[in-house]
Nanobody, 123 residues
């Protein structure tokens, strides 16, 4: 079974940093793109960032440019979202999801989702 396990969320002060993880199992990691989404309280879920090692496609929402970065450890089947200079508006539940199509902010293109990890940024 395909499974994604997001972890590493927590409470951090504005201006701080946090790295959250997405551990994948049940599929060949290199064949997929893993993207990060987030859902803030009272708002719709939005695409944050993804990178495809296969075709080089990248998506990065404007509000996190210069602050967030994605990396992966293929040996561990894990993708990381490094979040720097966090702002209160970054407070959200963060989800990782997989697609074989390539990076996109469109939820409907993603096949499997992790359960989410909560990131809270205090002012």
């Amino acid at each position: 079974d395909v499974q994604l396990q997001a972890s590493g969320g927590g409470l951090v002060q504005a201006g701080g940093y946090l790295r959250i993880s997405c551990a994948a199992s049940g599929f060949t990691f290199d064949d997929y793109v893993i993207g990060w989404f987030r859902q803030a309280p009272g708002k719709e879920r939005e695409g944050v960032l993804c990178v495809s090692s296969d075709d080089g496609s990248i998506y990065l929402t404007n509000s996190v440019k210069g602050r967030f970065a994605i990396s992966s450890d293929n040996a561990k089947n894990t993708v990381y979202l490094q979040m720097n200079n966090l702002k209160p508006e970054d407070t959200a539940v963060y989800y990782c999801a997989t697609t074989t199509i390539g990076c996109s902010p469109l939820e409907e293109l993603y096949d499997f989702w992790g359960q989410g990890t909560l990131v809270t940024v205090s002012s």
